[in-house]
């Protein structure tokens, strides 16, 4: 992972490549190598953080737990409100919920603006 500071702003639009793939179709590799260039960040299977990496204390690319990995604390500081959000366990299921195969076309088709 490379160091990057999600913290940092500047003037530009954060740009997101979501990647969407089956098991074993390149996509780990394709994420893994567009997170070695400069200014771009590949989180892994980022529905994996709310199933697996939290709860489990799961290792970070960089080594430590996903709790005391700064760039992740930095990211879930600036993203959640612990006096407002909900816990990790609900995060986890919308995710499973929403995120499911079959749930990601309407996905895209309602963000196009389509029904």
């Not at 994996?48 to 992740?72: H, K, M, N, T």
């Not at 990601?104 to 088709?109: G, L, T, Y």
């Given at each position: ?12 639009k ?67 409100d ?13 995710e ?20």
């Amino acid at each position: 992972m490379n160091d990057v500071d999600p913290s940092e702003t500047n003037d530009e639009k954060l740009k997101v490549l979501y990647l969407i793939g089956k098991g074993r179709s390149g996509g780990t590799l394709l994420s893994n190598l567009l997170g070695q260039i400069d200014g771009f960040v590949s989180t892994g299977e980022l529905r994996d953080l709310w199933i697996w990496a939290i709860p489990e204390s799961r290792l970070c690319g960089c080594g430590r737990p996903v709790q005391e990995c700064p760039f992740w604390q930095e990211v879930l500081r600036t993203t959640l409100d612990p006096q407002r959000d909900p816990d990790v366990a609900t995060i986890a299921s919308w995710e499973r919920r929403i995120m499911s195969w079959p749930a990601i076309p309407r996905m895209f088709a309602q963000a196009a603006g389509r029904p």
